[in-house]
């Protein structure tokens, strides 16, 4: 992601602010903010600052849900779609260029290990196994 965040720079938004808009752009149609939140898997109150900073900048607008006026609904300004139009192609190449070392079978062993992973992310009960997380004692000094 350093890297990435580096060699993306010229684009003046962050990692976030790339995968939001990418979000936005792949969706096809407006998103609510809690949608958003839950695609990146960051908090509401996470995503609120960084729509901001966004909307700020012209690259997308918050509207009234015509359904539901009590939420908003999420699209990208034709600035936030040029900024996905360039970065995603420029992300790619870095991605390609990061997997270039690895063989065919082992891309493929690397997609199976991460299909398991995500299964185990989707099935987990995340707030029982931090309950049954061993308690650390206080820390020696020495």
């Given at each position: 992601m350093a890297?990435?965040?580096?060699?993306?720079?010229?684009?003046?938004?962050?990692?976030?602010?790339?995968?939001?808009?990418?979000?936005?752009?792949?969706?096809?149609e407006?998103?609510?903010?809690?949608?958003?939140?839950?695609?990146l898997?960051?908090?509401?109150?996470?995503?609120?600052?960084?729509l901001?900073?966004l909307e700020?900048?012209?690259?997308?607008?918050?509207?009234?849900?015509?359904?539901?006026?009590?939420?908003?609904?999420?699209?990208?300004?034709?600035?936030?779609?040029?900024?996905v139009?360039?970065?995603?192609p420029?992300?790619?190449?870095?991605q390609?260029?990061?997997?270039?070392?690895?063989?065919?079978?082992?891309?493929?062993?690397?997609?199976?290990?991460?299909?398991?992973?995500?299964?185990g992310?989707?099935?987990?009960?995340?707030?029982?196994?931090?309950a049954?997380?061993?308690?650390?004692?206080?820390?020696?000094?020495?």
């Amino acid at each position: 992601m350093a890297m990435a965040s580096q060699a993306l720079r010229h684009h003046r938004i962050s990692a976030a602010g790339r995968q939001a808009l990418a979000i936005l752009e792949g969706a096809g149609e407006p998103l609510s903010p809690t949608t958003i939140a839950e695609r990146l898997i960051v908090r509401t109150a996470t995503v609120t600052s960084l729509l901001d900073t966004l909307e700020k900048r012209g690259l997308l607008v918050r509207r009234p849900d015509p359904n539901d006026r009590r939420k908003l609904l999420v699209s990208l300004t034709d600035a936030g779609r040029a900024i996905v139009n360039q970065s995603l192609p420029e992300m790619v190449a870095l991605q390609t260029a990061v997997m270039a070392g690895l063989t065919e079978p082992q891309r493929r062993q690397l997609l199976r290990a991460l299909a398991v992973v995500r299964e185990g992310v989707a099935t987990i009960d995340a707030d029982a196994t931090v309950a049954a997380a061993p308690k650390r004692g206080k820390p020696r000094r020495g």
